[in-house]
């Protein structure tokens, strides 16, 4: 087996993934929330695929600050659906 570096050009989600990552806190929480938005408007044929990535990093442009805690964990999740569900309504 060979194993390469990602494609991150070919895949723009890993790399949006991999900010996400690396700016912690509630940036991972936001992130899954935008994506399983986007990725059931691409299962109902709204959106294209090459669509998701744009839906993700406009919501990783509103993450929060604080601390984590489940409280600012749930907040983050709501808002982050309901600012990509805006954005999808604004046809991406």
């Given at each position: 087996?060979?194993?390469?570096?990602?494609?991150?050009?070919?895949?723009?989600?890993?790399?949006?993934?991999?900010?996400?990552?690396?700016?912690?806190?509630?940036?991972p929480v936001?992130?899954?929330a935008?994506?399983?938005?986007?990725?059931?408007a691409?299962?109902?044929?709204?959106?294209?695929?090459?669509?998701?990535?744009?839906?993700?990093?406009?919501?990783?442009e509103?993450?929060?600050?604080?601390?984590?805690?489940?409280?600012?964990?749930?907040l983050a999740?709501?808002?982050?659906?309901i600012?990509s569900?805006?954005?999808?309504?604004?046809?991406?």
């Amino acid at each position: 087996m060979e194993f390469y570096p990602p494609d991150t050009d070919r895949f723009p989600a890993l790399a949006i993934a991999y900010e996400a990552g690396r700016r912690g806190g509630l940036a991972p929480v936001v992130l899954n929330a935008a994506d399983e938005v986007a990725v059931e408007a691409f299962l109902k044929g709204q959106i294209t695929y090459l669509d998701i990535p744009r839906v993700l990093e406009a919501a990783l442009e509103g993450v929060p600050e604080g601390a984590l805690s489940w409280e600012s964990i749930e907040l983050a999740d709501r808002e982050a659906r309901i600012r990509s569900k805006e954005l999808l309504k604004v046809k991406v």
